[in-house]
């Protein structure tokens, strides 16, 4: 067994059981690393598997909660607080006429037939072919010229972050946009990280160009080149979180920091925001040195991604079916966003109601001096931005919201606002 298995185990074990419940405070991992004599590294595999797995969450600063998924509710208690929330507005779901779930069926079916691969691990890197498609995916979508080689797969965001901390060397300090990047954040911190927001004398800056704040700004070409001129002289490195480029329709297409860079940025994207939140599978592309580090310690990975999934994923994307999905779900939600916004200014002629610039989200500042819960009383799910002085600023989005929800939800939403 693996080392990191065993520690998996271990945690696991200990909240099934009841004895951490939810929103206790799990070992750091120094500690961690100290008390079962293992590695850092080993450790951080335990908990990314144990995050991934919904048992553990990361808080910002602060460290690893048990999360409360094995026996905080019984089965009833959770089914009363699901129907709490009618109406989700934070962008945390998706839209279930967005994607042909009977078309997946039938690639995970094709991929559950091929026995004999499904038989060992995925290798630590992922699946080649799935790389092989992601690296001719990425050189015509975003003009990322790459080798499958150089392609890490992950099950999402976080996981692959923790590899990239456990790889680099000499780096002290990293850079986010704002406080925004929790989980980025934390995993950083985890490591020992200095973390930095919008300082461009980071050891490390960490962006994403097409989704720079909650407001879903853009970074023009001038400042991306600006920044990778800058990054290059001062040696320091960018990780380029290509996160919602494919939603982008209200502003001219911009190259990926990755096709303007000289070698120092390292790209990072996923595919469940094109496909479903339940479909996790992201990959980042590091860089020569990198990987290169990377090759001398693979022995220290585990992949995270199903295989079974990695399989599906390959055949869909080779079939041409990720290029249509996304046409389909940018025409869905972008239209989405504008509906909602139009019947929003109807409701609320005093609020301030714009669309950001990557068309997914609508940014709300309104009066208002009630608790913040007074939105979950009314069934909404919504993300506060900034609430201070009688001034409300929400970050909306309506993209998991039915097309015959849509001025229900709102009602709800302006009820809460104007009462």
Known sequence: ??????????????????????????????????TYSVSLTTVQSAYFELCADGY????????????????????????????????????GVADEESFDFSLWQKYIKNALRQRDRLLSYSQPKGEYDLRCAIAQYIKEKRNVITSPHRIIIGAGVQPLLHIL????????SVSFPDKSFALGMSVFEGYGFDILTRNKDADIIY???????RWGDVMPIKRRLELVDYSKKHNSLVIEDDFDNEFLYNVRPTPSLYALGKGNVIYISSFSAMLLP?????????????AEEYNKNIHRFAQTASKTEQIALCSYIRDGRIQSQTRKIRRIYTAKTKMFASILKELLPKASIEIGENTLQIILVADFDKPLSEFEKAGLRVFSENYRDGKITLVISPSGIPKSELENSAKALSKVLLE
């Open 1 to 34: 067994m693996k080392k990191y298995i065993r520690i998996y185990n271990i945690i696991r074990d200990m909240i099934v059981s009841g004895e951490l419940k939810a929103g206790d405070k799990i070992p750091s991992v120094r500690k961690a690393a100290a």
């Open 56 to 91: 553990i969450i990361a808080q910002s600063k602060s460290g690893y909660y048990v999360s409360g998924i094995a026996h905080e509710h019984t089965d009833s208690e959770q089914a009363d607080l699901q129907n709490e929330i009618k109406y989700d507005l934070s962008g």
């Open 165 to 172: 901390c456990s790889i680099l060397d000499n780096r002290k």
């Open 207 to 213: 962006v994403s160009p097409s989704h720079m704040t």
């Open 278 to 290: 339940g479909i996790r599978v992201s990959f980042m592309v590091l860089t020569k040195e990198l």
